[in-house]
């Protein structure tokens, strides 16, 4: 199987069973599922090294949704 | 024209973007706006991924086309004396020895390019584009370490070894080049050029150090090749 399919096969696989799981597990924060689809975009961007068409913009968006997210933790534990 | 995986990625966002936005504002449900989000992410990924990039096989097929052209005219020259790979304008040609007697120096060499002959008194050469060459100036960053680059362009851009281990030493590097993939069997080629992945390698280092590297020598063992290179000055001839 070509690696660009058999990548977003593996992609797609996992955002069903981590939504799922963090679901079924009760999970309400949207952060934490947005940090979870950020930390499997760029293991399976580092397995596979997929081509792209353009700039990896989606890269960029979802390092600026998790600093964003990882700095409003730190804020509240310094800050409480 | 986009094609229908297209056509499905560019859906999916759209689906996943109005699912993930009602289902926040109307529902108020977290994992049904995850899963909008998710969607998302999907099908941008595939918008974002070219589902027909270019057959590594189409690649190497050019490649070694490139490399029986070579084989040809080397043969017709009776070139036999190694090549000596060198920066110019960002870009990386190599000048072969035509004669024996080689008094010229890698600075006149270098102010010969855009002729196929480079020629200075007894001494006569020809200066190419080796392949792959085209494939640096798209890969090469100027930031990275020579193992990087050399890494990126052999084993990621061009897929012609699996990995690739550099020492340096003095002015001599040493390439240990894991499983290499793609190889020509053209005699005249690799005694002159070395062999493609080395001289992909030459090429790479000529570019980071931008001075004039040439191919000492290589050893082919099992499923690796160890090659050395020698950095030159711009001030020295090149040597056979």
């Not at chain 2, 973007?17 to 977290?30: E, G, K, R």
């Not at chain 2, 690649?59 to 004396?81: W, Y």
């Not at chain 2, 006569?124 to 362009?153: H, N, R, Y």
């Not at chain 2, 240990?176 to 002159?192: H, L, M, Q, T």
Request: proline share 5%; net charge neutral.
């Amino acid at each position: 199987m070509d690696k660009h399919t058999l990548y977003i096969i593996t992609f797609t696989i996992l955002i069903t069973v981590s939504v799922s799981s963090l679901a079924s597990l009760g999970e309400s924060r949207l952060d934490v599922y947005t940090s979870i689809f950020t930390l499997e975009y760029f293991t399976l961007a580092a397995i596979f090294r997929p081509r792209r068409k353009t700039v990896d913009f989606l890269a960029i968006i979802l390092l600026i949704v998790f600093a964003y997210t990882v700095a409003l933790r730190v804020i509240e534990i310094l800050l409480p | 024209m986009p094609d229908k995986i297209e056509f499905f990625g560019a859906g999916l966002t759209a689906f996943g973007t109005i699912f993930a936005t009602s289902s926040y504002i109307l529902l108020a449900n977290v994992p049904l706006t995850a899963l909008g989000v998710g969607l998302t992410v999907l099908g941008l990924t595939i918008l974002i991924t070219p589902q027909h990039p270019v057959p590594k096989e189409t690649v190497q097929a050019f490649i070694r086309s490139s490399c029986e052209n070579l084989e040809t005219l080397l043969e017709a020259t009776g070139a036999f004396m190694k090549a000596t790979y060198f920066p110019s304008n960002g870009k990386v040609y190599a000048y072969i020895p035509v004669t024996r007697e080689q008094n010229i120096v890698m600075e006149d060499v270098g102010k010969n390019v855009g002729n196929l002959i480079a020629k200075s008194g007894r001494s006569i050469g020809l200066i190419i584009i080796p392949p792959a060459s085209e494939l640096l100036k798209t890969s090469f960053s100027e930031e990275a370490g020579l193992d990087t680059v050399a890494g990126e362009i052999l084993v990621d851009a061009s897929e012609v070894a699996e990995s690739v281990k550099l020492v340096e030493s003095d002015s001599t590097l040493v390439l240990e080049i894991f499983r290499p993939r793609v190889d020509v069997n053209f005699s005249r080629f690799k005694a002159v050029m070395g062999s493609l992945p080395t001289s992909i390698a030459a090429q790479a280092a000529a570019l980071k150090f931008s001075k004039p590297v040439q191919v000492l020598d290589e050893r082919f063992e099992g499923n690796r090749i160890i090659s050395r290179l020698k950095v030159l000055e711009w001030t020295s001839t090149p040597y056979t």
